[in-house]
């Protein structure tokens, strides 16, 4: 399994930028697809951005344009990039790794999550 901790998160004003990083342990990490979640209050955990272990990218169209998705192997990280930031994108934010090849939600390794918020 793979053990995963956030970093980054933290408070800014609407139209700032935020990144978050992920430092995967775990020999294997170079094979594993990793993606964001986030959930916000009330609301259900939506899938930010993945990437595989090729490098291809994936985002939620509410985030596209503005969020960048990145991995170095070597480091064993995992990053997304946040600019032009929303209120709507407040939200605890969670890595994952789809360790298994089975998928994210039901077999991932989950970290702790981080703390986003956006003032207006």
């Known amino acids: 399994q793979v053990q995963l901790v956030e970093s980054g998160g933290g408070l800014v004003q609407a139209g700032g930028s935020l990144r978050l990083s992920c430092l995967a342990s775990g020999s294997m990490f170079s094979t594993n697809a990793m993606a964001w979640y986030r959930q916000a209050p009330g609301k259900q955990r939506e899938l930010v951005a993945s990437?595989?272990?090729?490098?291809?990218?994936n985002y939620a169209d509410s985030v596209k344009g503005r969020f960048t998705i990145s991995r170095d192997n070597d480091k064993k990280t995992v990053s997304l990039q946040m600019n032009s930031l929303k209120p709507e994108d407040t939200a605890v934010y969670y890595c994952?790794?789809?360790?298994?090849?089975?998928?994210?939600?039901?077999?991932?390794?989950w970290g702790q999550g981080t703390q986003v918020t956006v003032s207006s």
């Open positions: 990437i595989t272990n090729g490098g291809s990218t």
């Open positions: 994952v790794a789809d360790w298994t090849g089975l998928g994210f939600e039901d077999f991932g390794s």
